[in-house]
């Protein structure tokens, strides 16, 4: 199984990005999906998060600006990032959430300029 994470680069505050997650391999019993984030200097943090029952949560730094969605089809998971903000910088994780184990993207930079 791998998880392919792109869409990240450079743009202005106030642009908008849209990250994907290309699963590719089989995952069974998955419960949903997540997008963290890790700042210079910072932990890692939950961002955005999807159920297998489709609903969204939010961190409330983001709430109402991001989008999680997914296309199972395509076995891809997107992030919608609208008016960003020089704080939204980092490096962008997905994660599939399953049992017994958890599989996470390799990253994708994201970077805000003011």
């Known amino acids: 199984v791998q998880l392919q994470a792109s869409g990240g680069g450079l743009v202005q505050a106030g642009g908008s990005l849209r990250l994907s997650c290309a699963v590719s391999?089989?995952?069974?019993?998955?419960?949903?999906y997540r997008w963290y984030r890790q700042a210079p200097g910072k932990q890692r943090e939950l961002v955005a998060a999807?159920?297998?029952?489709?609903?969204?949560h939010y961190s409330d730094s983001v709430e109402d600006r991001f989008t999680i969605s997914s296309d199972n089809a395509a076995n891809t998971v997107y992030l919608q990032m609208n008016s960003l903000k020089p704080e939204d910088t980092g490096v962008y994780y997905c994660?599939?959430?399953?049992?017994?184990?958890?599989?996470w993207g390799q990253g994708t930079l994201v970077t805000v300029s003011s």
């Open positions: 994660m599939v959430v399953s049992l017994p184990n958890n599989y």
């Open positions: 391999g089989t995952i069974f019993n998955i419960n949903g």
């Open positions: 999807l159920t297998s029952g489709g609903s969204s």
